[in-house]
Nanobody, 126 residues
């Protein structure tokens, strides 16, 4: 079993930065990819970014390209989301997710992920 725990959320002004962390325990070495999703109040969960664990290949939603960066630390079983130039519309609960096996390159499909953390709140004030 795999457990994912996010941290690093908080309140930041527009234009500011935050770094989210996702600590993974359990069979993380078997994970094919890790992703970050966010969900704003009253909205559907949306894809933010994903990283293939072995190769380090990354994928981003258009809305965060050039502002957000995903990375992983193999030794620490950690995944990070560096968020720069934050906007009020980035306000949401951010969750990390683990995909056990390769299914397709559609990393934005939340149905491909097998494990989820509970999320951490990010609030960007204008």
């Amino acid at each position: 079993q795999v457990q994912l725990v996010e941290s690093g959320g908080g309140l930041v002004q527009a234009g500011g930065s935050l770094r989210l962390s996702c600590a993974a325990s359990g069979r993380i070495y078997k994970m094919y990819a890790m992703g970050w999703f966010h969900q704003a109040p009253g909205k559907e969960r949306e894809f933010v970014t994903a990283i293939v664990w072995s190769s380090g290949a990354t994928y981003y939603a258009d809305s965060v390209k050039g502002r957000f960066s995903i990375s992983r630390d193999n030794a620490k079983n950690m995944v990070y989301l560096q968020m720069n130039s934050l906007k009020p519309e980035d306000t949401a609960v951010y969750s990390c997710a683990g995909q056990l096996n390769y299914q397709s390159r559609n990393y934005a499909d939340s149905g491909q992920y097998d494990y989820w953390g509970h999320g951490t709140q990010v609030t960007v004030s204008s």
